[in-house]
């Protein structure tokens, strides 16, 4: 992971949702994920310091575990992806964020993107 990230000079939030790279990690998750190790998502992948990488790392592993969990309990007869209730800070229905922080909306790679000033962005 550090080493994908190590070598790609673009927005850390375009290399979460490259395929290519990690599957399964989309518009939503990626906002989630970036929000939970506190990276922002316009910071430049290849400029995140190791321990901020880390803690990249264990949220993918972290949101991604806990959505799967989330979705099965708020839906267990049927799956409809639109279930967002639960997420933290890509949900159109908040306005802070559960430390407070005032969700700000922007655009990135074409795609609204959901984020708080708390966290780090890397130039």
């Known amino acids: 992971f550090k080493g994908i990230l190590a070598k790609k000079k673009v927005a850390v939030k375009q290399v979460l949702m490259d395929q290519k790279i990690v599957r399964g ?3 939503t ?3 989630e994920i970036l929000w939970h190790a506190r990276v922002s998502p316009f910071a430049v ?3 995140i310091p190791d321990a901020k990488v880390k803690d990249l ?3 993918v592993d972290d949101v991604l575990r806990k959505e799967i969990m989330n979705l099965t309990k708020a839906i267990p007869d049927s799956f409809n992806s639109e279930v967002h209730d639960f997420l ?3 949900n159109p229905k908040l306005t802070v964020s559960p430390t407070g922080q005032k969700i ?3 655009k990135s790679g074409g795609r609204k993107t959901y984020y708080t000033i708390e966290q780090l ?3």
């Open 29 to 31: 998750y990626a906002d």
């Open 88 to 90: 933290k800070i890509h």
């Open 104 to 106: 700000l909306i922007d």
């Open 121 to 123: 962005d890397f130039q």
């Open 57 to 59: 790392h264990k949220a």
């Open 45 to 47: 992948a290849k400029l």
């Open 25 to 27: 990690i989309g518009n």
